[in-house]
Each structure stands twice: as structure tokens, then as C-alpha cells.
């Protein structure tokens, strides 16, 4: 693999200092460099996107693109233009490199908007930018866990520079994920009922309790707790069957006075070992009566886990004071 720069080396023995000058690589190399950006481990040059599929529609987290410029190790002695082109072989390659499953992304859901660039003489970046884009409205057919889109440098039009082996491509990844947990719904539009008897649930935390016992976000009181001195916290619910969840309704401690869970991630199990996550709820999308937090869900679910990934508004009164759980 060829180095994009000259290396100096010095050496020492015992009897002088010697100093040597190593040829460094003598061609103009054309490569790309987006590192900085949101680079994917072991992979350069990549742009890492989520979309999340709900019953509403598909979003992603921003808009899904790869735009960059070309560069050259030195400035080039002429107008040099590089062309790109989508490679799907190096999908392949990656997933056999690192024991991990990319899907290709389907041709028709992809722009080639721009797949050139110039370099002008007596400059070392281009004057204008590769781009490849995904539109939002084809984001509802990639339902694969993941995508990968490699945008590879091909070819330029004159031999005054050659491209580099290690720095030639950038990347589109594309993680996707179904998302459950609606936002802004009030007791009203709850699927089912509340549970009115937990004693049989199994109930666990991420951290050792300083205040009251599980038993307590079951008493309906809202001046009890199971307190906590650190967060965020996780609590595990094992409801013993298999049941039809269709929403959650919660009480910080001291809610009534604006100690608020601030983030709530659920996630549901059948076997209290392999989770899915069903989505985020957070102060503001979850709807707050008289100090109740609901969180609403698209859809029904089936299972026999819960589990809440809960963070306070409060750094100081971290409690739970009542947790409930509808089904159907």
C-alpha cells in the first residue's frame, strides 16, 4: 500500500549519528479524505445515518448524503477531473473483512447526483464536490437492519496524477430500525388496561437501591419510592407470561412539584436475554397529567420482558414512585 507522504527517519548507534533521507512516494496521488465526519470503525471515509420506521412514516436523522471534494497530495499541473462510481463488490469485501452482514443498497433508491470533480491546475482540492443522496421518500423500502454504500474513485482524465489504493473510497452506512414508541398520547389513547396486580412480576435495577423496595411503584402512593443515587438507570420487569403490552404510565418521585423523567428507552424480551428496542421517550413527548408520564405505542406488542432505560430531570431526587404497564 503506497504512503500518501514522505517519511524521514532517524537512526542511532553507539559510535555516531547517522540520518537518513527516505524516498517518500514521488507521484501525485488524488484521494479522499472525510475523516472527522461520522466515520464507521475500521471502515474511512464513511457517513453513518439512521432511519426509523413507524406507522406514520419514515425519517431518518439527517439528510442522508455523501458530499466531498477530491484531493491530491500536491497541487496538480493541469486540470485533472476524477470520476466515482458506486462499487458493491467492496460490500462484500467488508462484511467477509469483519464478520458483519451490509446489505447493498437497491440501485433505484439511490441519487448519483454529481459523480465528478475537477481539480484546477495549481491546486490540490477540488473546485467542486462529489454527491450521492438517498430521497425520504424511498426510505420506507430499506427495511434491512443495515446498508452499505461504497462510492468508489475510478478514474481520472489525464496521467499527471494516479489515484491512491487506501484512500479511494467513501462510504454511505445506513443502520435502520422499527420505532414503536408514539409520541405525545394521552391516557385516552392507551391500548388496553392497566395491570392491577404485579406481585408475581420479577423486578430488578442496574443499581443498588438507597431508598424502599420494588414493591413500592405498585402501592399507588405517590409519596413512597424506590430511589435511586445514580442514573441513568435501567429496571427489568419479568411479568411470568407472555402478555399484549400497549403503553406505560410512570410517577418520578415528587413529579407533582417538576421532578420528571427526562429519557425513558424501552425495550421488550421474550426470553429476558435478546431485547428489542421499541423507541425513546422523553419529557417532551411523553404526556404529563397531574405528574403521570404516559408513553404511548404505535402498535400492540407481545411479550414477557420490559425493560425501562430511565434518566431524571433531577440530579437529586432520583425515585419511582409508581410504574404501570397497559395490556390487552
Known amino acids: 500500500m503506497v504512503s500518501l507522504f514522505a517519511v524521514v527517519a532517524v537512526f542511532q548507534s553507539c559510535e555516531k549519528k547517522e540520518t537518513f533521507d527516505v524516498t517518500g512516494d514521488v507521484e501525485?496521488?488524488?484521494?479522499i479524505n472525510t475523516e472527522g465526519r461520522n466515520s464507521l470503525a475500521n471502515l474511512k471515509n464513511s457517513y453513518t445515518y439512521t432511519i426509523q420506521h413507524t406507522l406514520e412514516g419514515s425519517t431518518s436523522n439527517a439528510e442522508?448524503?455523501?458530499?466531498?471534494?477530491?484531493?491530491?497530495?500536491?497541487?496538480?499541473?493541469?486540470?485533472?477531473?476524477?470520476?466515482?462510481?458506486?462499487?458493491?463488490?467492496?460490500?462484500?469485501?467488508?462484511?467477509?473483512?469483519?464478520n458483519v452482514s451490509f446489505e447493498k443498497l437497491p440501485s433505484e433508491v439511490i441519487n448519483l447526483t454529481k459523480m465528478s470533480a475537477t481539480i484546477e491546475q495549481g491546486s490540490s482540492i477540488s473546485v467542486d464536490q462529489i454527491l450521492v443522496s438517498i430521497d425520504q421518500s424511498k426510505f420506507a423500502g430499506l427495511t434491512a437492519a443495515a446498508y452499505l454504500l461504497p462510492i468508489k474513485l475510478t478514474s481520472i482524465s489525464n496521467n499527471?496524477?494516479?489515484?491512491?489504493?487506501?484512500?479511494?473510497?467513501a462510504y454511505i452506512v445506513i443502520n435502520t430500525k422499527e420505532v414503536l414508541v408514539k409520541p405525545n398520547v394521552p391516557a385516552s389513547g392507551m391500548f388496553g388496561a392497566l395491570v392491577t396486580n404485579y406481585s408475581t412480576w420479577g423486578i430488578t435495577a442496574s443499581a443498588?437501591?438507597?431508598?424502599?423496595?420494588?414493591?413500592?411503584?405498585?402501592?399507588?402512593?405517590?409519596?413512597?419510592?424506590?430511589?435511586?443515587?445514580?442514573?441513568?438507570?435501567?429496571i427489568n420487569a419479568d411479568m411470568m407470561e407472555t402478555k399484549t403490552i400497549g403503553g406505560f404510565r410512570l410517577f418520578a418521585y415528587r413529579a407533582a412539584?417538576?421532578?420528571?423523567?427526562?429519557?425513558?428507552?424501552?425495550?421488550?424480551?421474550?426470553?429476558?436475554?435478546?431485547?428489542?428496542?421499541?423507541g425513546t421517550a422523553t419529557n417532551t413527548t411523553m404526556v404529563n397529567a397531574s405528574g403521570y408520564?404516559?408513553?404511548?405505542?404505535?402498535?400492540?406488542?407481545?411479550?414477557?420482558?420490559?425493560?425501562?432505560?430511565?434518566?431524571?430531570?433531577?440530579?437529586?431526587?432520583?425515585?419511582i414512585s409508581e410504574l404501570g404497564v397497559y395490556v390487552q
Not at 431508598?211 to 399507588?220: L, R, S, W
Not at 417538576?258 to 428489542?276: E, H, M, Q
Not at 408520564?293 to 437529586?316: E, F, N, P
Request: proline residues 3%.
Open 257 to 278: 412539584t417538576g421532578f420528571l423523567f427526562s429519557n425513558v428507552v424501552v425495550s421488550v424480551s421474550d426470553d429476558g436475554v435478546s431485547y428489542k428496542e421499541l
Open 160 to 169: 499527471s496524477a494516479q489515484i491512491s489504493s487506501n484512500y479511494q473510497t
Open 28 to 31: 501525485t496521488r488524488i484521494f
Open 293 to 319: 408520564q404516559y408513553i404511548g405505542l404505535y402498535k400492540t406488542v407481545r411479550a414477557r420482558y420490559v425493560r425501562l432505560a430511565l434518566t431524571w430531570t433531577s440530579t437529586s431526587q432520583r425515585g
Open 64 to 98: 442522508i448524503q455523501a458530499k466531498f471534494p477530491v484531493l491530491s497530495t500536491k497541487p496538480v499541473n493541469s486540470n485533472v477531473t476524477v470520476t466515482a462510481e458506486v462499487d458493491n463488490s467492496l460490500v462484500t469485501a467488508y462484511n467477509t473483512a469483519n
Open 208 to 234: 443498588t437501591p438507597n431508598t424502599g423496595a420494588a414493591a413500592q411503584m405498585f402501592d399507588n402512593s405517590l409519596t413512597t419510592r424506590w430511589g435511586f443515587a445514580t442514573q441513568p438507570l435501567t
